[in-house]
């Protein structure tokens, strides 16, 4: 182990902790801190970075062996990123409802632990903490909206409302402890914390919320963009390369991934040419198409069927998996419905990683409107959400000891999501996908991703109005026109670029593999290739090798 990059990593980990509080969940870490919003909090972070960057400039990476190289390039990427955002701290998407923080922020009062006074101080000052982060994005909206950076008019709407909900008493009931989790508190003092918390929620927190919602329906709207994307603004595009190097770690133009998007697809189309005739459908592939987005078989009645039906694909995955992975997570996962707060503003859901306090891996699905959700790709979104994709990957890494903290507990974007999309590509090789048609459902997961590539770059740099990308995945994917709606303000409006991570990602591991098979050849495991993969933790694409 090479001592420097030891202590950087020991040092950046440190300030990960004291900085992230999601860090500290996962690692069961008490959380001492929510952070405000601010631009001396970013500028705290860019000189960190500066100085990471720096200290590993000085070593001679050539001399390092696989894992401490491994470990740099973890460190590397993650400065580069923060040195990257430094002078887009005002063009950043933070508001809407897919970056908010706020909806991630629930477990670090849920699983609080209350097992001394001292703890009961520790959280009161988070409940303060929450409080002026609410009133710091509230002030991020201000400054956004002098500076001629809103979010367009078109998702303030869905931005309100996600706040509504936040800033009701019954939304934000978690902040307030129940007395059985006080239990090891002395009654007076339960009973002082209870009365704080009740406090700090009615005079402090509802009101910040509160003072952000008027902000966003007030001059914030009145400031918004027309169009959507971040071509509207000054500088967008060079944010815009800024967000493609951060969510994908590469070195990619937009024009570059746009093409990559209409060749997957085209290819893809070729694909679904093919089940077609296997299946003797007699229509042409507009018609064939048309009838995979509407037959009834593909739908189910309410949200407790559509619960079944993810269910019985992760037992089939569970049952197929140790022939593909040696290593297992001892994690356990499950699937719930999204909360209706939620499920207005995000089209499909979320994957929430186990942690010290929720052992669960769970999926969140979007059960809200099972009349217009099909289902005909079920079973390869539960290969990408859970097992053998996000979950099987997160807990592996989070349960390895053998990685230091800072690669045990670190998430790059394209790695985590582009290898959640070729665990669901890998359904084929595994027998999940049991006929046609379920292979027609990742087919068109696929196009789903290759699709993003196409509108992602198109609304925010190549001129692509709303209007046209929602015309375009309508003709290229399963999704129905509120799913379209929403996904392409997640692109334009509320997480541009993000979107690139997952085929870019997927595209990359796949090519690892092929030079891993021809290396090998005969000798060539798939298990210890998979072994090999994600036992280096999440780790730059650059990186791989």
Same mark, same amino acid.
């Given at each position: 182990?090479?001592?420097?990059?030891?202590?950087?990593?020991?040092?950046?980990?440190?300030?990960?902790?004291?900085?992230?509080?999601?860090?500290?969940?996962?690692?069961?870490?008490?959380?001492?801190?929510?952070?405000?919003?601010?631009?001396?909090?970013?500028?705290?972070?860019?000189?960190?970075?500066?100085?990471?960057?720096?200290?590993?400039?000085?070593?001679?990476?050539?001399?390092?062996?696989?894992?401490?190289?491994? %470990?740099?390039?973890?460190?590397?990427?993650?400065?580069?990123?923060?040195?990257?955002?430094?002078?887009?701290?005002?063009?950043? /998407?933070?508001?809407?409802?897919?970056?908010?923080?706020?909806?991630?922020?629930?477990?670090?009062?849920?699983?609080?632990?209350?097992?001394?006074?001292?703890?009961?101080?520790?959280?009161?000052?988070?409940?303060?903490?929450?409080?002026?982060?609410?009133?710091?994005?509230?002030?991020?909206?201000?400054?956004?909206?002098?500076?001629?950076?809103?979010?367009?008019?078109?998702?303030?709407?869905?931005?309100?409302?996600?706040?509504?909900?936040?800033?009701?008493?019954?939304?934000?009931?978690?902040? $307030?402890?129940?007395?059985?989790? !006080?239990?090891?508190?002395?009654?007076?003092?339960?009973?002082?914390?209870?009365?704080?918390?009740?406090?700090?929620?009615?005079?402090?927190?509802?009101?910040?919320?509160?003072?952000?919602?008027?902000?966003?329906?007030?001059?914030?709207?009145?400031?918004?963009?027309?169009?959507?994307?971040?071509?509207?603004?000054?500088?967008?595009?060079?944010?815009?390369?800024?967000?493609?190097?951060?969510?994908?770690?590469?070195? !990619?133009?937009?024009?570059?991934?746009?093409?990559?998007?209409?060749?997957?697809?085209?290819?893809?189309?070729?694909?679904?040419?093919? $089940? /077609?005739?296997?299946?003797?459908?007699?229509?042409?592939?507009?018609?064939?198409?048309?009838?995979?987005?509407?037959?009834?078989?593909?739908?189910?009645?309410?949200?407790?069927?559509?619960?079944?039906?993810?269910?019985?694909?992760?037992?089939?995955?569970?049952?197929?998996?140790?022939?593909?992975?040696?290593?297992?997570?001892?994690?356990?996962?499950?699937?719930?419905?999204?909360?209706?707060?939620?499920?207005?503003?995000?089209?499909?859901?979320?994957?929430?990683?186990? %942690?010290?306090?929720?052992?669960?891996?769970?999926?969140?699905?979007?059960?809200?409107?099972?009349?217009?959700?099909?289902?005909?790709?079920?079973?390869?979104?539960?290969?990408?959400?859970?097992?053998?994709?996000?979950?099987?990957?997160?807990?592996?890494?989070?349960?390895?000891?053998?990685?230091?903290?800072?690669?045990?507990?670190?998430?790059?974007?394209?790695?985590?999501?582009?290898?959640?999309?070729?665990?669901?590509?890998?359904?084929?090789?595994?027998?999940?996908?049991?006929?046609?048609?379920?292979?027609?459902?990742?087919?068109?997961?696929?196009?789903?991703?290759?699709?993003? !590539?196409?509108?992602?770059?198109?609304?925010?740099?190549?001129?692509?109005?709303?209007?046209?990308?929602?015309?375009?995945?309508?003709?290229? %994917?399963?999704?129905?026109?509120?799913?379209?709606?929403?996904?392409?303000?997640?692109?334009?409006?509320?997480?541009?670029?993000?979107?690139?991570?997952?085929?870019?990602?997927?595209?990359?591991? !796949?090519?690892?593999?092929?030079?891993?098979?021809?290396?090998?050849?005969?000798?060539?495991?798939? /298990?210890?290739?998979?072994?090999?993969?994600?036992?280096?933790?999440?780790?730059?694409?650059?990186?791989?090798?």
């Amino acid at each position: 182990m090479n001592a420097a990059i030891d202590e950087l990593g020991r040092r950046f980990w440190a300030y990960r902790l004291d900085t992230d509080v999601f860090a500290c969940l996962e690692s069961g870490t008490p959380v001492s801190r929510l952070r405000a919003v601010t631009p001396e909090e970013r500028a705290a972070d860019a000189a960190f970075a500066r100085e990471t960057m720096g200290a590993l400039e000085a070593i001679d990476a050539q001399a390092l062996e696989e894992q401490d190289a491994l %470990t740099a390039a973890v460190l590397r990427a993650a400065a580069r990123d923060t040195l990257d955002a430094e002078s887009f701290y005002w063009h950043e /998407r933070r508001l809407g409802p897919y970056a908010e923080p706020f909806q991630w922020l629930a477990p670090a009062f849920t699983t609080f632990e209350f097992a001394s006074r001292a703890d009961a101080d520790r959280y009161r000052s988070l409940l303060e903490d929450a409080a002026n982060l609410a009133g710091s994005l509230a002030d991020f909206a201000r400054g956004q909206a002098v500076r001629g950076l809103a979010m367009p008019h078109v998702e303030i709407d869905a931005a309100v409302a996600h706040y509504c909900a936040h800033a009701t008493p019954e939304a934000s009931a978690y902040f $307030i402890p129940s007395l059985e989790r !006080l239990s090891a508190l002395p009654d007076e003092a339960a009973r002082e914390l209870r009365e704080n918390a009740e406090r700090a929620v009615r005079d402090r927190i509802l009101p910040a919320l509160q003072r952000l919602t008027g902000e966003l329906d007030g001059p914030y709207r009145e400031a918004a963009a027309s169009g959507a994307g971040l071509g509207h603004y000054k500088d967008g595009e060079a944010f815009y390369a800024s967000l493609i190097r951060r969510n994908t770690s590469l070195d !990619l133009t937009a024009d570059r991934i746009h093409v990559t998007g209409i060749t997957e697809l085209e290819r893809i189309g070729e694909e679904l040419e093919r $089940i /077609r005739e296997r299946v003797g459908f007699a229509g042409d592939a507009a018609v064939f198409h048309a009838h995979l987005r509407a037959d009834t078989r593909f739908f189910a009645a309410d949200a407790d069927e559509m619960l079944a039906k993810l269910e019985s694909y992760s037992q089939r995955a569970a049952q197929a998996v140790p022939a593909f992975f040696g290593a297992l997570p001892r994690a356990p996962w499950q699937i719930r419905p999204l909360p209706d707060a939620l499920a207005k503003a995000q089209t499909f859901g979320y994957f929430q990683p186990p %942690t010290a306090g929720e052992p669960f891996g769970t999926y969140f699905f979007n059960g809200s409107h099972p009349e217009t959700t099909s289902l005909i790709s079920a079973a390869a979104l539960v290969l990408h959400e859970l097992v053998p994709g996000h979950h099987l990957q997160i807990a592996l890494q989070m349960e390895n000891e053998t990685l230091p903290p800072v690669r045990r507990y670190a998430s790059n974007t394209a790695f985590c999501e582009g290898y959640a999309d070729y665990a669901a590509q890998l359904g084929f090789e595994m027998g999940i996908y049991a006929d046609p048609y379920e292979e027609a459902g990742r087919l068109m997961q696929d196009a789903f991703m290759s699709a993003r !590539l196409v509108v992602d770059t198109g609304m925010n740099v190549l001129g692509w109005s709303l209007e046209q990308a929602r015309a375009f995945m309508a003709a290229q %994917t399963m999704l129905s026109e509120k799913e379209i709606e929403t996904e392409t303000l997640r692109y334009s409006c509320d997480l541009p670029g993000q979107a690139l991570a997952y085929k870019i990602g997927e595209l990359a591991i !796949l090519q690892t593999r092929d030079r891993a098979k021809e290396r090998y050849g005969a000798r060539f495991d798939v /298990r210890a290739f998979h072994d090999w993969l994600l036992g280096n933790g999440s780790v730059p694409l650059e990186a791989l090798g």
